[in-house]
């Protein structure tokens, strides 16, 4: 392959930045095809291709083979250190805690869905789809990661910069909780399906424009997700303890003799 002067790949690299600026593409939206980028910026496929390729490495953009090429989201300094960072330490002291971002995710996604049925652009759509697809993996490591894509994917499509940036510092809180919710209830197959009803329920409101619809049913999915988990948490203390009584038992006993 033949690699252009870093010169030239730095000035083409700039004209794709000023692009996605002038036309307002946000996370998660698609450039247009190679092609047509190409002609619109008046410089060869191969030039262009190695932009995208120094854009790709630079994390501004990320490249889905046979998928086209998207704009990734930045993540902010203060979104990592003021929001995400003092919620891993209160989770690392009280695990109990996990039950907090499940009830801000009630009144952040509540808003994420309603805003998203309204403003959802056919590219925001096409990805929230792509990724609800994606949530029926038999893999319960790729089902649950592509559980948060679907959520930060209705975030996206709402095109409020605060709520985004809110869901986003949230990163790694969500993929850590709903990997181990959907791990758990991946188990359980009615659970898992009422799962796959309810994602489908937000997906269709939001396709249709249905902005309350789509408000209730992130409500109710959320809420579902909450009490399973709770449940969830009570058998297994429950069973816990029914396992450490009689252990307990025998060794006061062995004391004894």
């Given at each position: 392959m033949i690699v252009m002067p870093r010169r030239l790949a730095d000035e083409v690299a700039t004209r794709v930045r000023a692009l996605i600026e002038e036309q307002q593409l946000e996370a998660g939206?698609?450039?247009?095809a190679e092609r047509q980028l190409a002609i619109q910026l008046g410089v060869s496929r191969n030039s262009l291709r190695e932009a995208l390729a120094k854009l790709v490495s630079e994390g501004l953009l990320v490249s889905r083979r046979g998928g086209g090429t998207f704009v990734r989201w930045q993540h902010e300094p203060w979104s990592e250190q003021n929001i995400v960072q003092p919620l891993k330490s209160l989770l690392a002291d009280?695990?109990?805690?996990s039950f907090d971002i499940l009830e801000a995710r009630h009144a952040i996604e509540a808003s994420?869905?309603?805003?998203?049925?309204?403003?959802a652009t056919e590219t925001d759509k096409e990805k929230i789809r792509m990724c609800?697809?994606?949530?029926?993996s038999d893999d319960p490591d790729l089902a649950s990661q592509a559980d948060v894509r679907f959520h930060l994917a209705i975030?996206?499509?709402?095109?409020?910069?605060v709520l985004l940036q809110t869901m986003r510092g949230f990163f790694d809180l969500l993929q850590s909780s709903v990997k181990q919710s959907r791990q758990r209830m991946y188990l359980v197959p009615p659970v898992f399906a009422r799962l796959t009803e309810q994602?489908?329920?937000?997906?269709?409101?939001i396709l249709a424009g249905d902005a309350e619809g789509a408000r209730q049913a992130m409500m109710s999915h959320l809420g579902f997700v909450h009490t399973t988990i709770k449940q969830f948490d009570e058998d297994r203390a429950r069973q816990a303890r029914i396992t450490r009584l009689p252990g307990d038992h025998n060794?006061?006993?062995?004391?004894?003799h």
């Amino acid at each position: 392959m033949i690699v252009m002067p870093r010169r030239l790949a730095d000035e083409v690299a700039t004209r794709v930045r000023a692009l996605i600026e002038e036309q307002q593409l946000e996370a998660g939206m698609r450039l247009p095809a190679e092609r047509q980028l190409a002609i619109q910026l008046g410089v060869s496929r191969n030039s262009l291709r190695e932009a995208l390729a120094k854009l790709v490495s630079e994390g501004l953009l990320v490249s889905r083979r046979g998928g086209g090429t998207f704009v990734r989201w930045q993540h902010e300094p203060w979104s990592e250190q003021n929001i995400v960072q003092p919620l891993k330490s209160l989770l690392a002291d009280d695990p109990d805690y996990s039950f907090d971002i499940l009830e801000a995710r009630h009144a952040i996604e509540a808003s994420t869905a309603w805003h998203a049925a309204l403003r959802a652009t056919e590219t925001d759509k096409e990805k929230i789809r792509m990724c609800f697809e994606a949530t029926q993996s038999d893999d319960p490591d790729l089902a649950s990661q592509a559980d948060v894509r679907f959520h930060l994917a209705i975030a996206e499509a709402s095109h409020n910069v605060v709520l985004l940036q809110t869901m986003r510092g949230f990163f790694d809180l969500l993929q850590s909780s709903v990997k181990q919710s959907r791990q758990r209830m991946y188990l359980v197959p009615p659970v898992f399906a009422r799962l796959t009803e309810q994602h489908q329920a937000v997906l269709d409101a939001i396709l249709a424009g249905d902005a309350e619809g789509a408000r209730q049913a992130m409500m109710s999915h959320l809420g579902f997700v909450h009490t399973t988990i709770k449940q969830f948490d009570e058998d297994r203390a429950r069973q816990a303890r029914i396992t450490r009584l009689p252990g307990d038992h025998n060794e006061h006993s062995r004391e004894n003799h």
